[in-house]
């Protein structure tokens, strides 16, 4: 069965400094995509950033960048520079095998401190 | 280009009511899946289509449904409502597997 798991319920980070939230998958598919969501406390699910599995080179989206280790199947969301619009809850999503549905984590919600 | 649209943000109804959500997806895009968020369950997902055919499913009762019509809008109905499906209800659109999906607003139903 394919699983998300976010260890991490809960995070802060001072403003303009770098923070990295964890995620680990579980799949026996070799071709697949990852993607981080983001959830302000507007509601609205925006597409942070994605990976294909396929590529050796991880992600990156201005601040944002990921550390995607297949083997381990882990896939970490670094930010950089964190900025107050940054606190949301992040989701790591995984599309459902065979279909175009996402299984997503149960996030983690991140304070950015002024 | 208009993002996806869903309707009403809000509502309220009563324990045994029906109620009907509708969402637009972004022009071009066909497949639209629905999801329920709530606290304790976090986000599941319901069901989704693509050109008018439910493709896929999630683990929810019969009293969910939904369709999609020609121009991929779709509607989610929830007959007899119960206490429990008071949730955030999320409608996404993409144009296809292993796309982004493109989130609405969402819908939060409240069943009193």
């Known amino acids: 069965a394919q699983t998300v798991t976010q260890s991490q319920p809960e995070m802060s980070v001072q403003e303009a400094e770098t923070v990295t939230l964890s995620c680990t998958y579980d799949?026996?598919?070799?071709?697949?995509?990852l993607f981080w969501y983001k959830q302000p406390p507007s509601r609205q699910m925006i597409l942070v950033i994605r990976?294909?599995?396929?590529?050796?080179q991880n992600a990156t989206e201005n601040r944002f960048s990921v550390n995607f280790q297949k083997a381990a199947k882990s896939f970490s969301l670094k930010i950089s520079d964190s900025q107050l619009g940054d606190t949301a809850m992040y989701f790591c999503?995984?599309?459902?095998?065979?279909?175009?549905?996402?299984?997503f984590g149960t996030g983690t919600r991140l304070t950015v401190i002024p | 280009k208009a993002g996806v649209t869903q309707t009403p943000r809000y509502l309220i109804k009563t324990r045994g009511q029906q109620v009907t959500l509708s969402c637009s997806p972004i022009?071009?895009?066909?497949?639209v899946s629905w999801y329920q968020q709530t606290p304790g369950q976090g986000l599941q997902f319901l069901f989704e289509?693509?050109?008018?055919?439910?493709?896929n499913k999630g683990n929810f009762p019969g009293r969910f449904s939904g369709r999609q019509f020609s121009n991929s809008r779709s509607e989610m109905n929830v007959s007899t409502l119960e206490l429990g499906d008071s949730a955030l209800y999320l409608c996404?659109?993409?144009?296809?597997?292993?796309?982004?999906?493109?989130f609405g607003q969402g819908t939060r139903l409240t069943v009193v």
């Open positions: 996404a659109s993409s144009l296809g597997q292993g796309r982004e999906a493109f």
């Open positions: 799949t026996s598919e070799s071709n697949y995509y």
């Open positions: 990976q294909e599995a396929y590529k050796q």
């Open positions: 999503a995984f599309p459902i095998r065979g279909a175009n549905n996402l299984f």
């Open positions: 022009s071009g895009h066909r497949s």
């Open positions: 289509y693509f050109s008018e055919t439910q493709r």
